[in-house]
């Protein structure tokens, strides 16, 4: 039986590890809504994680009656690689979107436009499978350490209030720090976060397949920081898809900045002979 001490700690440790990913997907999300000038349009965002917590308590239920507890691996990577997908799009439409003046020309009637229901659609899918790869498996650790201990006692739920009150103070902080970063900083450092997320989640899913045996797993020569930092599961077999999509994605990002280059200078060239 653990002790009162024990129990909180665990009980902190479940809710703010499980909880911390999808908090800040979701506070990035939030924080560039309200930086692009479209505060109103968050409620997808929010909708998309309360319904995850619905999903995630329907979902443990079935883990718990029909699986012993055991969630399935296969389910889980395929909604990291869902929510990977999503969040790649996120981050490349952000990262189109990023020039201040095309916003700041007509800051709500652009958001109104570019965020249409696609995007928002989009907006709730990540919110929804931030939250719900995360969630039926903290419900059933939490479920787990109640049996094994004194029940949902008051260190159990002084354990989670404390991680829920540690999380809010990050998402204010994030949403505090954007209102105060200048526009196309704001776009670059959310759609690179959100980039960051995607990959981690492929070497996640990686982790779940390899578990599995449906992907081999090589780490001999991988270097050690690479899973230190999260970057990948320490397979060459995950790190070099990660390694793939990155080199697509620069690429991208190159082509599309050129583009507004030249863009640009069709316009500045008109300009100039309708001027002269």
Known sequence: MTTDGSTFVQAFMILFREGLEALLV???????????????????????ALAAVAASVGMAWVFETYYDGNHSDLFEAAVMLTAAA???????????????????????????????????????????LAVFREGAETILFLHALAKGGNGFDASLLAGLAVAALALVAMFVAMQWLALRLPLRPMFIVTSAFLFFM????????????????????????????????????????????????????VVAGLVSVLRKGGKAQARDGRTVSAAS
Request: net charge neutral.
């Open 198 to 249: 995607g990959l981690r989640m492929v070497g996640e899913a990686f982790q779940e397949f390899q578990e599995q045996a449906l992907i081999p797993f090589t780490t001999e020569g991988v270097p050690a920081f690479v899973s230190q930092w999260g970057l990948s599961n320490g397979s060459w077999e995950a790190l070099g898809t990660q390694l793939a999509i990155l080199f697509v994605a």
């Open 86 to 128: 999503l969040l790649f799009y996120m981050s490349g439409w952000m990262f189109v979107r990023q020039d201040p003046k095309a916003w700041q020309a007509d800051l709500h009637r652009l958001a109104e436009r570019a965020l249409g229901a696609g995007t928002l659609l989009s907006l709730a899918g990540i919110a929804f």
């Open 26 to 48: 979701i506070a990035a999300l939030a924080a560039f809504l309200r930086r692009a000038g479209a505060a109103e349009r968050i409620t997808p965002v929010y909708l998309g």
